[in-house]
């Protein structure tokens, strides 16, 4: 399976520079925060793809316009041809806003997924949009990233983290992809990257082993092979 995933600056390539073909290889688009709903729009809009999104601290817009025609995966696992995706956006919390968490919070909303991925038997990507500390992250407070995380992928062991929020003109140490100790491959999605993940390293649709979500998958995926929980 291929995926663009994009973050936190448009690409020229994919909107200035469209050509006819440029999305003709790939089979889903992963939004990791802080990109405008008519960028996203004109991405699904043109690729003919699913995109999946979650929100970043500036997406305070997406309040009173939600990118049109694509998927909120905020605090669910989307299932997509057997490629199970949890999201869990926003930041650091650094001032009032929406999109913005202490560490205490964004632990509390990854306890309250604890019934999804037990239902789901796991996840193979967690989606962001800041970085798990001390791989990827900053300083200072606003591009800190969440020690949660860590606890998380240390449990789960999904095969990637997507995540943005850490521009490439930040730092002179910019990483595209970090290998993190849980063995997940961590990639600053900023602007875009795209990810070829062959079919054999997931589960196909409705098979991941755990009984009554297949069962769940098969009966709510029939058409798309596509379910959230």
Same mark, same amino acid.
């Given at each position: 399976m291929k995926i663009l995933a994009v973050a936190d600056e448009p690409s020229k390539s994919l909107w200035d520079y469209y050509h006819p073909g440029t999305f003709d290889e790939i089979d889903l688009i992963i939004s990791c925060g802080d990109l405008s709903a008519s960028y996203l729009e004109f991405l699904v809009t043109m690729s003919r793809c699913p995109l999946l999104y979650v929100r970043g601290n500036h997406d305070s817009r997406y309040e009173k316009h939600p990118p049109e025609g694509c998927i909120c995966i905020e605090d669910s696992i989307y299932?997509?041809?057997?490629? +199970? &995706?949890?999201? !869990? *956006?926003?930041?650091? %919390?650094?001032?009032? =806003?929406?999109?913005?968490?202490?560490?205490?919070?964004?632990?509390? +909303? &990854?306890?309250? !997924? *604890?019934?999804?991925? %037990?239902?789901?038997? =796991?996840?193979?990507?967690?989606?962001?949009?800041a970085p798990a500390r001390g791989f990827g992250d900053l300083n200072d407070?606003?591009?800190?990233?969440?020690?949660c995380f860590n606890?998380?992928?240390?449990?789960?062991?999904?095969?990637?983290?997507?995540?943005?929020?850490?521009?490439?003109?930040?730092?002179?140490?910019?990483?595209r992809a970090?290998?993190?100790?849980?063995?997940?491959?961590?990639?600053?999605?900023?602007?875009?990257?795209?990810?070829?993940?062959?079919?054999?390293?997931?589960?196909?649709?409705?098979?991941?082993?755990?009984?009554?979500?297949d069962q769940y998958c098969i009966l709510k995926g029939k058409k798309t092979d596509s379910v959230k929980v």
């Open positions: 299932n997509y041809k057997g490629l +199970r &995706i949890l999201g !869990l *956006g926003g930041s650091m %919390r650094y001032k009032p =806003g929406p999109f913005m968490y202490t560490e205490e919070e964004m632990a509390r +909303r &990854i306890s309250h !997924l *604890g019934p999804k991925i %037990r239902f789901t038997g =796991g996840f193979d990507i967690l989606v962001t949009h407070l606003p591009h800190l990233g969440f020690a606890e998380l992928l240390e449990k789960q062991r999904p095969m990637y983290m997507l995540h943005g929020h850490v521009h490439k003109t930040y730092s002179a140490h910019f990483k970090i290998e993190l100790p849980s063995g997940t491959k961590s990639i600053n999605c900023f602007e875009k990257t795209v990810l070829d993940i062959p079919e054999n390293k997931f589960h196909p649709f409705g098979s991941t082993g755990s009984y009554l979500y």
